[in-house]
């Protein structure tokens, strides 16, 4: 699964918001760690870390509904509040009574609604790069929100641009065309053109809002780990989550935007497994 054209999600989950595709790597019997993705990406963005970690855990990725290989249909609710109830449901279905969970971006969000509003418990949390402190969505993300009918009619090839230009900016170092090009092919074709502008026009700050003054009530092994480079979420975000979460840790990646999985991956994997194996 480490190649880029190779990357499959063999196994399917009927959720409450449409199919989810998954993948299990590793061995049966190892701790289970579960990877989350963010927005507009996929479980793709795990293509190293996770074949890493599976040589001494039990890795689970998967792709929210409407993004990557999982279903997308119109009127989806692919909202972070419907994401939280699909990530319960996903780890009843995988047996998950206590994992590990690392979740980037949005999934950072979808993992905290899940632990502080559906009560499900973890043994650690990593939040890379999270959405989880108000405000947030760049002037991008705003612009497309507030006029998604407009931009779900542009013609296919300006839309695809528009996404491939769009995730590129979430890198520091820069992306490889085939890398780019994989990140952004869920959303090429006509259900994912859609998609594309459905989960924008249904993300809303009110879900981290929620949750926001929970954080303090959060006990269990967290870690925050940053792009110093992120220029989706500046890094004084950072240091006020570490700081609103009682006893965090505070991993800051140099050299690395937003997309920390693909900008620096060993540094990242590096961090993570020094966390997950640290004694409680």
Known sequence: ?????????????????????????????????????????SSYVWREI??????????????????????????????????????????????????????????GAVSLRAHLLHGVPYRRLALVDPVALAPWGTSFFRLVGAHSPVFEQLPP??????????????????L??????ELARPWSDEAGQAAFYRQIA?????????????????????????GTEDTWI??????????????ARLELIPDAGHLVPLDAPVRLYSALLDFLSAPA
């Open 176 to 181: 490889h065309d085939d890398v780019a090009g």
């Open 202 to 226: 249904q993300a809303d700050q009110r879900y981290t809002d929620e949750i926001q003054d929970k954080y303090p009530g959060i006990d269990l092994p967290v870690t925050v780990c940053w």
């Open 50 to 107: 996770a074949p890493a970690l599976a040589r001494r855990y039990q890795v689970f990725v998967w792709d929210m509904p409407g993004y990557g290989a999982s279903e997308k249909r119109p009127e989806q609710d692919v909202s972070l509040a419907a994401q939280g109830r699909v990530f319960t449901e996903l780890l009843e279905h995988w047996q998950l009574s206590r994992p590990s969970v690392v979740a980037h971006d949005f999934g």
């Open 1 to 41: 699964m480490s190649e880029t054209r190779t990357w499959q999600l063999s196994r399917t989950f009927r959720s409450t918001a449409g199919t989810v595709r998954w993948e299990r790597l590793g061995p049966e019997d190892a701790e289970p760690v579960v990877l989350l993705h963010g927005t507009p990406f």
């Open 234 to 247: 500046p890094v004084a975000k950072a240091h006020e989550l570490a700081a609103a979460i009682p006893g």
């Open 157 to 174: 090839a300006l839309h695809l641009g528009l996404v491939r230009e769009y995730i590129r900016s979430a890198s520091h170092r820069g």
